[in-house]
Nanobody, 129 residues
Framework: QLQLVESGGGLVQPGGSLRLSCEVS????????IGWFRQVPGKEREGVSC????????NYGDSVKGRFTFSRDNAKNKVYLEMNNLKPEDTAVYYC??????????????????????WGQGTQVTVSS
């Protein structure tokens, strides 16, 4: 059974940092690309970052470039999202998802997101003073 489980969310002050983790099971990071997304109630889901299956390509959404960093630990079957200089507008539920169809050296955070067939349950990030 393919599963993704996010952790690491919480409450942080503006300018602070958090590291989100996504542990996958039922497949390996060599099988599928992974994306990070976020969503605020009443708004469209937003692509935050992604890594290709091979790990050769990593992309970021414009709103997080220079502040967020995607990394992966193949041995642990985990990916991470390091979030620095957090802003109140980063408040959202963050999800990781597996891209089951894109070629091994490519990833994109541009919608549509149909290629992401498996999703975690999400972790809440709140940026507030």
């Amino acid at each position: 059974q393919l599963q993704l489980v996010e952790s690491g969310g919480g409450l942080v002050q503006p300018g602070g940092s958090l590291r989100l983790s996504c542990e996958v099971s039922g497949f390996t990071l060599d099988d599928y690309g992974i994306g990070w997304f976020r969503q605020v109630p009443g708004k469209e889901r937003e692509g935050v970052s992604c890594s290709s299956r091979s790990g050769k390509m990593i992309n970021y959404g414009d709103s997080v470039k220079g502040r967020f960093t995607f990394s992966r630990d193949n041995a642990k079957n985990k990916v991470y999202l390091e979030m620095n200089n957090l802003k109140p507008e980063d408040t959202a539920v963050y999800y990781c998802a597996a891209d089951t169809t894109t070629s091994p050296d490519f990833c994109s955070v541009v919608p549509p997101y149909r290629r992401f067939a498996y999703w975690g349950q999400g972790t809440q990030v709140t940026v507030s003073s």
